[in-house]
């Protein structure tokens, strides 16, 4: 796979590593790091700035005209101004689990070309595992080809989210949706990292992901590497404008198709009379199974192919 990169992949590549260098050596003495809270519950500390500006550094000096959006100092013209290229960056997705010495963590970097993902990279120092993408070239976790997993059903699949931990998030609708999936399927994880869940999505170690109160930068990688692996991404209702929404589902075209039957209604952008028609349009759970993958896919979406959705 090596020989075979896009340029701009192995940049990103190099800049993931040189940040997860730097992330597992502050690991060996976690409790030294400085910590300051964005605001309750919301962390940031000296190694996710670091592991940002060696990410960028390693981005510009590559390609100076390149615009980024990045986590923690936000968003910057390219050069010249007005980049059709702009970077998009989380240099430690899992900032708790860090501090904590929870090692579910992860550097995320994608590029967006006039608002297309076209390339994406998750890190996870902790494991060594590289998971990247090329649009139109298939997803990969080190040198092997990934695919979503392939189950049908909704109560036989393994399903990872993100709870609400911020003051101000939406804390009951959000345990209403958990009471409505979790006896629909096998099992429900929160590991911490967005992007990490996506990129498990896309490696078929579980079978979806929703969660609510992301931003760009948690999910764009992630949501590439999905597409790329066969896998559908949208928001809860399957509208695929996501990376700005907020809330993201991803998973098989199959078992997407059952989530979105399921958490649709819990959408913020669902209207009164959006949740009705999810309640009376959309199949069943169990006649969502029995669909082919191109069947779901209309069912649940009508729109275009989340793989082209603008960032």
């Known amino acids: 796979m090596s020989s075979n990169l896009h340029p701009m992949l192995n940049v990103a590549i190099k800049a993931a590593r040189t940040a997860g260098s730097i992330i ?18 919301d962390f940031v500390t000296e190694v996710d700035q670091a592991a940002e500006q060696a990410i960028i550094d390693t981005l510009l000096t590559a390609y100076p005209d390149h615009g980024i959006l990045a986590e923690e100092s936000g968003e910057r013209a390219g050069k010249h101004g007005g980049a059709d290229h702009v970077w998009i960056i989380d240099p430690l997705d899992g900032t708790t689990n860090f501090i904590h010495g929870f090692p579910v963590y992860c550097v995320s970097i994608a590029l967006a070309v006039k608002g297309k993902l076209e390339q994406a990279v998750i890190y996870d120092p902790t494991r060594n595992d590289l998971f990247c993408a090329t649009k139109g070239r298939g997803a990969y976790l080190n040198d092997r080809r990934i695919r979503v997993a ?10 990872s989210t993100g709870f609400p931990f911020r003051p101000g998030d939406a804390m009951k609708p959000y345990l209403s949706m958990l009471g409505d999936i979790m006896p629909r399927c096998a099992g429900i994880r929160r590991p911490g990292s967005a992007a990490l869940d996506l990129a498990y999505v896309a490696a078929g170690f579980s079978d979806g992901f929703f969660e609510t109160g992301l931003q760009p930068w948690d999910m764009a990688a992630g949501a590439l590497l999905v597409t790329e692996a066969g896998g559908l991404v949208g928001n809860f209702t399957g509208e695929s404008d996501f990376l700005h929404r907020k809330e993201c589902l991803a998973a098989n075209p199959k078992i997407y198709a059952q989530l979105v039957g399921v958490v649709g209604k819990y959408s913020q952008f669902a209207s009164a009379g959006d949740k009705a028609a999810l309640r009376q349009g959309l199949p069943t759970v169990d006649e969502a199974a029995q669909l082919t993958p191109e069947d779901a896919l209309a069912a649940a979406l009508n729109k275009p192919a989340a793989g082209d959705a603008p960032f």
């Open 150 to 159: 392939k189950r049908i059903h909704l109560r036989d699949t393994l399903l």
């Open 24 to 41: 597992n050596r502050a690991a060996l003495d976690v409790e030294s790091v400085r910590v300051s809270a964005k605001q309750t519950n």
